[in-house]
């Protein structure tokens, strides 16, 4: 049938509404920060920081994260933040520093968004073509490119999502579902190429991004089954529909032992540091079909979305939600096999299959650090988004398509309709941007929504305490320690906040607690190693650094913390030796370059601090030498150095504090609540400025 110009227009016309719409949607996202795992696997992962790296990670799987307990082999995922990162380096749109990763001009979040959100856009097109591809094996119909348009917009807009997408280590979810929508649509829209095996190559990348992959093998059993061998799955064993399913099998057999070989070898690359779950398998095991029941709940109304819940294993198999979820997932797979008997239902029957499926990653035999987790629901859901958006397309329009036709009021309440669910999820998508802005607001929303969650309390601790808001965040560290009491992080944390309150002897039993622990041991010895330093016990503090170098080799604030002390106490050979080796981590690195030449020269600390400030003049680095002069009692020259970090980072409320400080021991108070005053109007909640300002305050009282 010829297709009219006006219905092509028409056609462009809503695609082109409903991408502005989604750019629109996602438009406050993109400069997001980095949360939780982009820690270690971006932030602090020194690997990704060199892109001639990239053939390493594919031999070495240390190289996933700065954590030995979470290196997993996934090299494509770590290539993917290598190319983010050289491209941010490289600033083709001039964004311009980060304005908390100053220092480091490869973490600049919007690279990695705008990257990810790129994707998400191609995944959509390629959904689309999947889509419309089903709807004219079943319908046929005039209309199906509008049809398979509203199941990809359902799917995109959808508030669950923004989850993934605001996730930038997530994206491990979103770029493997690329990869198997890619390898589905070159085997359905090639079927004389098959013999090539041309999908595999998108399927094999995708696995080494996130074994999920895996999955499409069973999906394209189920599309197999239902939509070329057209097969009754309500009869699965009459003679003939069996024929058709072992068939089915046969067709899909060479990909199963590929994915088990891609498993077996990504196990054997993968470290033995790694730590999957602390959970038993039979515990996580029980509690996934309850689980299922909520992300099925949260496709409908995703109103409990959080980024780190405080859902607990169930532990007994006579928990009443237990017997709900298994009744649930009988109940759904019951339907999808009774819709596969007619033609025109078959996208339904695929699409709850397709959830079921997507989910057997997560939700099944092998045990994860926690037993549900929100970012987990973007693959698994474009299943439900097709069995939804269908059955909403079959009643509202297809059942009764004369009457569609004819009635102005029914096509008005069908798009109103449509508007609202695609401008509800829209909106709570928008939200959830803003929720995900930075770590204080990420981790407010968790403290509120899981408050049982002892790292999620931690981690709101931790943003309160990095404003210097230290009662808060001493109420909420003691909060999670009730609820952890054997989470090493939080023991460490609670050794800096009791170090930075000057309660040396409880922030050091902290530390040794964390330590006694066992996990994050690296962490535990670095901070503890760093506390030691700073109180100039250099002979402990290099006894623990070692300790934590030896523990983990690419922790490279461990490294550059030891150098100082080297350098400090004129250890001049094993100054050079580290730096050297540390080079290896940190190619062409300016301190370590800088600390081989004082090895040479026997340089002070404070001619380090220069030479580093004025080889690499960063803000941070002008600030970090105002500190020397501060703790040398050299005022001024403190003050000079935050000035010429205001030049670089106008805003830099760092800076302003320091000159408040500096200014209160010289007694040129007034000078002092000057430079505090402008930081908090730079920052309102800026809690150290609020302090150093009461100080003053309460010093001019006393004169």
């Known amino acids: 049938m010829k297709v009219l110009p006006s219905d092509k227009f028409r056609f462009y016309v809503i695609c082109i509404l409903l991408l502005t719409g989604l750019i629109l949607t996602y438009s406050n996202h993109f400069k997001n920060s980095f949360h939780f795992d982009d820690a270690h ?18 031999t070495d799987g240390t190289t996933t994260s700065s954590l030995p307990s979470n290196q997993s082999y996934r090299p494509g ?33 919007f690279y990695f968004h705008l990257s990810i959100f790129f994707c998400f856009i191609l995944q959509a097109i390629l959904m689309f073509l999947l889509f419309k591809k089903l709807l004219d094996l079943t319908l046929n119909h005039k209309w199906n490119k509008y ?9 995109c807009y959808h508030t669950a999502l923004a989850e993934t997408i605001n996730y930038i280590i997530s994206r491990s979810d979103s770029f493997s579902t690329l990869m198997l929508m890619l390898a589905l649509i070159i085997y359905i829209y090639y079927p004389q190429k098959r013999k090539y095996h041309f999908y595999l190559l998108p399927y094999i990348f995708g696995f080494f991004v996130k074994e999920s992959t895996l999955m499409f093998g069973p999906i394209l059993f189920v599309y ?4 070329e061998k057209q097969t009754d799955l309500s009869r699965i064993f009459n003679k003939e529909n069996w024929k058709k399913v072992w068939g089915s099998f046969i067709s899909i057999f060479h990909i199963l032992i590929i994915g088990g070989g891609l498993f077996f070898f990504s196990s054997f690359m993968t470290p033995k540091t790694v730590v999957l779950a602390v959970i038993s398998r039979w515990d996580y095991l029980i509690t996934q079909p309850f689980v299922i029941v909520q992300y099925f709940k949260s496709f409908i109304l995703p109103t409990e979305l959080s980024a780190d819940t405080d859902w607990q294993p169930l532990s007994t198999i006579f928990d009443i939600r237990i017997l709900m979820g298994i009744m649930f997932i009988i109940g759904m797979i019951w339907l999808a096999l009774r819709l596969s008997r007619n033609v025109i239902s078959r996208p339904i029957s695929f699409g709850i299959l397709w959830f079921f499926i997507a989910l057997i990653p997560t939700s099944s035999f092998v045990p994860l650090s926690e037993v549900l987790n929100d970012h987990r629901i973007y693959f698994p859901y474009i299943g439900l988004a097709l069995a939804f958006a269908y059955i909403f397309i079959y009643f509202l329009i297809l059942k009764d398509e004369k009457k569609f036709i004819s009635s102005v009021a029914r096509k008005i309440i069908t798009g109103i309709l449509i508007i609202g669910i695609l401008g509800g999820f829209a909106y709570g998508t928008h939200q959830r941007n803003k929720v995900w802005n930075n770590e204080e607001l990420l981790w407010y929303d968790v403290a509120q929504k899981s408050p049982n969650n002892g790292r999620g309390l931690m981690n709101y601790a931790l943003s309160q305490m990095q404003k210097g808001n230290y009662p808060t ?10 609820l952890r009491p054997d989470y090493s992080l939080i023991h460490i944390n609670l050794g800096v906040l009791h170090s930075a309150l000057n309660d040396t002897a409880l922030a050091e039993q902290y530390f040794k607690n964390a330590i006694a622990i066992g996990t994050y041991i690296d962490q535990g010895y670095y901070y503890y190693g760093n506390f030691l330093y700073n109180r100039k016990r250099f002979d402990d503090a290099r006894e623990i650094l070692r300790k934590c170098i030896a523990t983990n080799p690419a922790y490279t604030d461990a490294r550059l913390t030891l150098m100082a002390l080297y350098n400090e106490t004129e250890d001049w050979g094993n100054l050079k030796k580290l730096a050297e080796e540390t080079l290896q981590y940190l190619p062409n690195d300016a301190k370590c370059l800088t600390y081989i030449n004082a090895a040479k020269d026997k340089k002070t600390k404070f001619d380090i601090a220069l030479e580093i400030a004025k080889k690499n003049p960063t803000a941070e680095n002008y600030l970090n030498l105002s500190l020397y002069y501060y703790n040398a009692g050299m005022y001024i020259e403190c003050i000079n150095a935050c000035k010429e970090a205001i030049k670089i980072k106008p805003d830099y409320t760092a800076a302003y504090n320091n000159i408040c400080t500096a200014y209160n021991q010289l007694k040129m108070y007034d000078k002092a609540i000057e430079a505090c005053n402008k930081a908090l109007k730079i920052d309102p909640n800026y809690e150290l400025a609020k302090n150093n300002i009461k100080l003053v305050q309460s010093q001019t009282q006393n004169k």
């Open 473 to 482: 965040a001493k109420t909420y560290f003691e909060k999670a320690l009730k």
């Open 147 to 155: 049809f398979a348009l509203f199941i990809v917009a359902l799917y």
């Open 41 to 58: 696997t971006i932030v602090n992962n020194v690997w990704i920081k060199n892109i001639n790296n990239i053939p390493k990670f594919f």
């Open 224 to 227: 197999i089954v239902l939509f």
């Open 77 to 109: 995922l770590t290539t993917l933040n290598t190319v983010d990162y050289w491209l941010a380096t490289k600033d083709p749109l001039n964004i311009g520093a980060d304005t908390f990763y100053t220092a480091d001009a490869g973490l600049k979040p």
